[in-house]
């Protein structure tokens, strides 16, 4: 409201962050995870005196540098690059609350990167010791700057006493840091042994590569223990109304949270019976399908964790539509659009309320909805009179739980409605009971017009 | 359409606004450096490749360098993270508006930087088997670079003049805007763009002297060599700096050209420093190359001096609220120098192991 709205036809804002946000965790939880892995590796080469290991962690850390240190970075920038375009005034609310804290996450960053680099064109310069000294600062800085993005993530669904103390320590240890922060040190160490059976799975020879796969699969087990106690914990201590989208109030969350479960279940029996207990058999293709299993598992959970969250981007505090609840009062009694910045007009009059209720349109629904694709808003109020879509609006937090409610004078949510209704073919489809009899008076009102559809 | 700039909410600043400001100024100084080399060396490494087709020492040289370029992408995106969240928390009304008008360009910014960072580990993986067609995995992944250098300058330049912003989103919401438009925008982006051909000269002069040490001849050339192009860009800097200057809005140039004492006086402090450079740096490469980093600092001053005048009458950072987080800071200052001694002590190290393994 305070922005202006990047419109993307099709797929919105919500899923353009998603699509570069799950593939930056796939392989950020991997940057972490897998710096352990590769010292570990070093080590256990280094303790069997066996030369045939070292070079397949040789391998495998050139594979790193190119997945981690290039796709990995990039990436994290791109979800700080996509939320400040699609979500400014929540990425806004997130940079002023923790910017001492990203400021701590950069210089963890920072070592991570010089000391990847290190370890990588180390390897033939730097004796044993030192090289491994390298892997472990490498692994502690990746960790550590996890646990600041965690405490920082973990604040938008849960604020805790941030809401009414606004204290930087309560922000960042809010009720979900450590169980979440639990969760993702298991994603992290499954991740890295999930990248690990794609570079043993490639190894040609059968016994070496036996070894790695063995050594790689178990990398998944602590995960499959820990996951299901930590999570039931995490999800203890989230609000309860996400707990109920999540378990059967929205039927779409609750398909991709049961599928989060399945999926992993299935990612660790397939890992246990075939690559930790027949590493011999185990064969590239296989490796490439437990990581696609891995990486749907995190696209859904992900999804999952930003949908519960709805009707908020950071919870009690900032509606999905970057609205703060503390705007809201002033909103309803001098107008969203008095309030507004970036819109053609300042108050709804007879002659400009469709382009009234256009501009209310992008700045309290566009930011989660498309006109045409997802969450399309001509196909959500298909058939729907304006009346009907007033009624609607004047109750979308209790009809709907995920939505924000519409926040304006009555002049304008009649605005809207009318706005919205016009989304539909000039005469609503005689299939509608409730249209049928309103049919002619409406179309007489717009004009009269027939369109090609009827 | 009547107010644009967004209000900046209701959470203060978590320290002084001039702190802000200093960390802003001081780490984008600290990324210019890599960021001159990677998009200037770039270039130079095509030209190199190029001319290596029939000169065995551009050959060499253009090797030597396209294994660097990997690492400064990775310094330049690193060091550019903290100015870039420092701008965010003060600037952000300003910075994402004009971000979002821009957004598809601006959002690209992240794929090219991608292909072009795989195309420069994929040159220098694969030097010798790319052959004579390498120079072209080269030439893309500079090009994307320039580019991204093209966007950053139009988006720094946008956010600065909100009077464009009405039109610009009048005529499409799509985040299709590429704000070219603004006349200042072409020799700015010159002038970073020279002035990162010169630093890269520097720099390959630099490379060349550590060359000499091995192999006299060589070095000595990539050096000459270098500095040539060093003295060359800097003379061009004054035609483009010109032009640069002539772009502003008179009130704006004004206050470098005598009207405001701070402005008028850090020009001319850092051209001086910079004729100093020209002058010495053949004899004295070390006197030079300290001189010119004292230019860059004294412009990264002035960027941000310019800023304020741009904004003078919109938007004011100092007028924000503060409310400090000293000990969240205190925690930052100390994980900095953590930080900063264990990225020392591995550099330090490897380069230990280098001169060793040379000496053997």
Redesign the interface.
């Known amino acids: 409201m ?8 099709q797929i919105g804002g919500g899923m ?1 962050i998603g699509l ?1 946000a799950i593939l930056h965790v796939f392989v950020s939880h991997f940057a972490v995870g897998g710096g352990l892995y590769l010292v570990l590796a070093e080590r256990k080469a280094y303790r069997e005196n066996d030369p045939a290991v070292l070079e397949y962690v040789k391998g495998h850390s050139l594979f790193f540098v ?1 997945v981690v ?3 990995g ?3 994290g ?2 979800i700080w ?2 939320i ?2 699609v979500s ?2 929540a ?3 997130l ?3 923790f ?6 996450e ?6 991570e ?3 990847a ?2 370890y990588y ?2 390897w033939d ?3 044993r010791h ?1 090289h491994l000294i ?1 892997g472990w ?1 490498y692994f502690i ?1 990746a960790w550590l700057s996890l646990f600041v993005i965690n405490g920082i993530l973990t604040f938008m669904l849960t604020p805790g006493r941030w809401l009414t103390t ?1 204290e ?1 320590w309560h922000a960042f240890w809010n009720p979900t840091a450590i169980p979440s922060l639990i969760l993702r040190t298991m994603v992290c160490l499954a991740l890295a042994g999930l990248y690990g059976l794609v570079t043993a799975g490639a190894i040609p020879d059968r016994k070496l590569k036996a070894k790695m796969v063995r050594f790689a699969a178990t990398w998944l087990l602590p995960a499959s223990l820990v996951l299901p106690v930590g999570g039931a914990w995490y999800i203890s201590r989230i609000p309860p109304l996400a707990r109920e989208i999540s378990m059967g109030g929205s039927p779409a969350v609750t398909i991709f949270a049961g599928l989060s479960i399945a999926l992993s279940a299935v990612l660790f029996v397939f890992t246990f019976f075939g690559p930790y207990q027949r590493p011999q058999h185990f064969t590239l293709p296989f490796a490439f399908m437990l990581a696609l299993v891995g990486l749907s598992v995190t696209g859904v959970t992900e999804w999952v964790r930003e949908a519960v969250r709805k009707p908020y981007v950071i919870y009690g505090y900032m509606y999905s539509n970057g609205i ?1 609840k ?1 705007e809201q009062e002033a909103i309803e009694r001098d107008g969203a659009l008095r309030a507004a ?4 007009t ?1 108050e709804v009059r007879e002659d400009n309320h469709l382009e009234a209720g256009r501009n209310l349109y ?1 700045i309290q629904c566009a930011s989660c909805h498309t006109m045409d694709g997802f969450n399309g808003m001509r196909f959500a109020v298909k058939g729907w009179r304006e009346e009907f879509i007033n009624f609607q609006l004047q109750h979308l937090s209790e009809l709907k739980g995920f939505m924000p409610p519409f926040m304006g004078t009555e002049a304008e949510r009649r605005a809207l409605a009318a706005w919205l209704a016009d989304l539909n073919p000039k005469i609503p489809p005689i299939t509608e009971p409730l249209a049928q009899h309103k049919a002619l008076p409406i179309a007489v009102a717009m004009g009269g017009v027939q369109t090609a559809d009827q | ?15 002084p606004a001039w702190l ?1 400001e200093a ?1 802003l100024v001081f780490t984008l100084f600290l990324h210019l450096l890599p960021m001159s080399l990677l998009m200037g060396g770039g270039t130079l490494t095509v030209i190199s490749e190029f001319l290596g087709r029939r000169d065995d020492r551009h050959r060499r040289l253009a090797q030597a360098t396209a294994r660097l370029l990997p ?1 400064l992408v ?1 310094f330049t ?3 550019g ?2 100015p870039l ?1 420092f701008l ?2 003060l600037y ?2 300003l ?3 004009s ?3 821009m ?1 598809w360009p ?2 690209s ?2 794929g090219m ?2 292909i072009g ?2 195309g420069y ?1 994929w040159h220098s993986f694969q030097f010798e088997r790319l052959g004579q067609r390498a120079v072209w995995v080269t030439l893309a992944s500079a090009a994307l670079f320039t580019i991204i250098g093209l966007l950053f300058t139009s988006n720094m330049v946008l956010m600065l003049t909100p009077a464009r ?1 009405g039109t610009l ?2 005529t499409g ?3 299709l805007h590429l704000g070219f438009a603004e006349p200042t925008v072409p020799p700015r982006f010159l002038h970073m763009f020279v002035a990162s051909l010169a630093l890269s000269g520097l720099g390959v002069a630099i490379l060349g002297a550590a060359k000499a040490r091995a192999d006299t001849a060589f070095g000595l050339w990539v050096r000459r060599y270098g500095l040539r192009w060093f003295v060359a860009a800097t003379w061009l800097q004054l035609a483009v700096g010109l032009w640069f200057l002539a772009s502003l809005p008179p009130s704006i140039r004004l206050l470098f050209l005598g009207g405001g004492t701070i402005e008028t006086g850090l020009l001319i402090v850092a051209l001086a420093l910079a004729v100093i450079s020209l002058l010495t740096i053949q004899r004295w490469l070390a006197f030079g190359t300290v001189s010119i980093l004292g230019t860059v600092a004294l412009m990264a001053i002035i960027r941000h001096r310019l800023r304020a005048a741009y904004l003078a009458s919109e938007f004011d950072p100092a007028k924000l609220a503060v409310q400090p ?1 000293i ?3 205190a ?2 200052m100390l ?2 120098v ?2 900063i001694a ?2 020392a002590w ?2 330090w ?2 380069a230990l ?2 001169t060793a ?1 040379t000496e053997k």
């Open positions: 305070n922005y202006p709205v990047w419109e993307i036809p353009t570069i190119l240190l290039v796709f970075a990039v990436s920038v791109g690059w996509s400040g375009l400014p005034a990425t806004s609310t940079l002023h609350v910017v001492w804290a990203w400021a701590i950069w210089v963890f960053f920072a070592v990167i010089a000391a680099f290190v064109y180390g310069r730097l004796d030192t390298v600062i800085a606004r930087f703060a503390r910045r970036w819109v053609t300042r992008e | 359409m009547i107010p644009l700039i967004p209000h900046p909410g209701p959470i203060p600043l978590p320290a802000l960390l690492v990775a995106i690193t060091l993270i903290a969240l965010q928390v952000g009304p910075f994402f508006s971000s979002i008008l957004a601006w959002l910014i992240i930087m991608l960072y795989y580990y912003w989103y009048r919401r799509s985040g987080q000990a969240v800071f925690l930052f994980f900095l953590c930080g264990a990225i591995m550099v190290k490897f192991a280098a393994r």
